[in-house]
């Protein structure tokens, strides 16, 4: 019988145990964050109803839908669409989420979740067919403030710096400004001032002259001037707090949108400062556009400082209605999205991300077969005092135990011979640092736990 040859799929990410356990401290870290501003875990199965995910047919979604049968299902000629699909983002599930549960949530609804999600992407490198998202939300009940705009960059700040992959910035802009100063050129129609969005937010990928040669073109036919305006907008940059309050007053007046956009900012930029995050951290971008027909008004792209190439890290913004396709309740909200498997392998492409250390501390050495209770005990000692152990069970020369531990990570290896029983010492060898001491049996426990604070502080 021919063997099946052992393979995944193009476009998931299975790591090896020391890159899952980075993988997986990334997970922490964000976690945390999330949990220290307030935000409540919610999960969602990852399988939907169809009717449900796909409420807007037809689109790139929805083409991109893994739909899901059961092998029963099969052999039925079923027409029609599958009943259910894998969740492709977040945000539709929790639009449902939000809408079956209303009556038991208390508004405004903070929650982060971070889960799973599938796209049917093309096979290309960098793109992920199942990947994480970390995202988090507040969603208010007929009204959100926007001064909850202004935490979510705190929220950012926080994490990024926390996972320490170098200097950033959460950039911000606001889709009622960018509408109004449409409006204030001429361009009125608001399925119009869509499709210049959507050519704007090209600028950086295709650069200021390709922009302005689509915008004059056929398919535009804007006059050279406007198209200028509009270029000269976008390319607007802050370099401080009070920079981008001077280069928004700097625009001029405008249509009632304009105006509106351009106080939001101003007091979320104000804001920002208040939350405590530095001014070399976040600045305005009057590029961003994100999202395109979602979002309505604050929105943010985070990006590396020296890494330019990795594009946004961490993205979102404000949304009017988030269920309105399941409830006739108004509820607004703001959010962001952090894709992490995409990040996760950007940054380790880049060479940010350093080996994991193992999250086992100790390797319990195994030197005579007839001393193995002796060995578990000590073990069941150090597990009880909160130090990660691992006991050898089938023995073998001691130099490939230590080799074992070496290549699985495991710093720290304690060796029970005869001699140490006898004397009721322990050795402990650091295989990082080359080197190895006797410790008194009882003193064993609190000496481990010194070496293990000072690996860490070490790094």
């Not at 109004?180 to 050129?185: A, I, K, Q, T, V």
């Not at 700097?250 to 509106?260: I, T």
């Not at 594009?311 to 988030?322: D, F």
């Amino acid at each position: 019988m021919a063997l099946t040859p052992a393979r995944t799929m193009p476009g998931v990410l299975e790591l090896l145990p020391l890159d899952q356990i980075a993988f997986q401290r990334m997970l922490d870290v964000i976690r945390r964050n999330y949990e220290r501003f307030g935000f409540l875990a919610i999960e969602t199965p990852v399988i939907e109803y169809s009717d449900v995910l796909l409420t807007k047919s037809g689109g790139e979604t929805e083409r991109q839908v893994y739909f899901v049968q059961s092998t029963g299902a099969l052999g039925k000629a079923d027409e029609g669409m599958p009943e259910l699909a894998l969740r492709f983002d977040l945000t539709v599930p929790l639009a449902r989420y939000v809408a079956e549960h209303e009556r038991d949530l208390s508004f405004p609804f903070r929650r982060y979740q971070m889960q799973k999600v599938y796209r049917g992407e093309r096979a290309q490198r960098g793109r992920f067919r199942e990947f994480y998202q970390c995202d988090i939300d507040v969603i208010g009940k007929d009204s959100l403030s926007v001064r909850y705009d202004a935490e979510i960059p705190a929220v950012i700040y926080s994490v990024f710096r926390e996972l320490a992959i170098g200097p950033f910035t959460i950039q911000l802009n606001n889709r009622k400004l960018m509408r109004g100063y449409f409006e204030s050129l001429g361009i009125v129609d608001g399925e119009q001032q869509m499709l210049v969005l959507r050519e704007v937010d090209k600028l950086d990928k295709r650069g200021a002259d390709y922009v302005r040669d689509t915008l004059t073109g056929e398919a535009f036919g804007l006059s050279t001037e406007v198209a200028t305006s509009i270029l000269a907008f976008v390319q607007v940059r802050s370099t401080s707090l009070q920079d981008a309050f001077d280069k928004l007053d700097a625009l001029g007046a405008g249509p009632e949108a304009m105006e509106q956009g351009r106080n939001e900012l101003k007091e979320v930029l104000g804001l920002i400062h208040a939350f405590g995050v530095p001014e070399t951290h976040y600045a305005l971008n009057l590029s961003i556009a994100r999202g395109l027909d979602y979002y309505t008004g604050t929105v943010y792209e985070t990006t590396l400082n020296d890494h330019p190439q990795i594009g946004s890290i961490c993205s979102g913004g404000r949304y009017e209605n988030l269920a309105g396709q399941y409830t006739k309740s108004h509820l607004p909200g703001v959010g962001i999205s952090i894709g992490l498997t995409r990040l996760y392998w950007q940054l380790r492409d880049a060479g940010l991300i350093d080996t994991a250390k193992s999250t086992v501390d100790v390797l319990v050495t195994q030197m005579d077969e007839a001393q193995l209770p002796a060995y578990l005990a000590l073990a069941g000692e150090l597990r009880g005092a909160g130090i990660a152990t691992e006991v050898v069970l089938e023995g073998g020369k001691l130099g490939k135990q230590f080799k074992y531990a070496d290549r699985a990570g495991i710093r720290f290896v304690v060796v029970l011979g005869e001699d140490e029983l006898a004397r009721g010492v322990v050795t402990v060898k650091d295989l990082r640092r080359e080197d190895q001491f006797e410790v008194a049996r009882g003193e064993l426990v609190k000496t481990l736990r010194v070496e293990l604070e000072q690996a860490a502080a070490m790094g």
